[in-house]
């Protein structure tokens, strides 16, 4: 039962089919301009303030 629900998938040595289509999907550049210009807002607010958010307890 266990064996008739597993699915080989092809390690890095494996032919691939001829038939396969492999599809990449591109990030979608609206998003990430959009995240992008909201980290820029918090920067120009509070710039060291955010770093210290990154910033580990024991200056780690």
Same mark, same amino acid.
């Given at each position: 039962?266990?064996?008739?629900?597993?699915?080989?998938?092809?390690?890095?040595?494996?032919?691939?089919?001829?038939?396969?289509?492999?599809?990449?999907?591109?990030?979608?550049?609206?998003?990430?301009?959009?995240?992008?210009?909201?980290?820029? $807002?918090?920067?120009? +607010?509070? $710039?060291?303030?955010?770093?210290?958010?990154?910033?580990? +307890?024991?200056?780690?």
């Amino acid at each position: 039962m266990l064996s008739e629900q597993i699915k080989k998938i092809n390690g890095p040595n494996d032919p691939v089919d001829s038939d396969s289509e492999v599809v990449f999907n591109s990030p979608n550049t609206k998003d990430i301009d959009s995240v992008l210009e909201e980290i820029d $807002a918090v920067l120009e +607010k509070n $710039a060291e303030e955010f770093v210290k958010g990154f910033i580990q +307890k024991g200056g780690q």
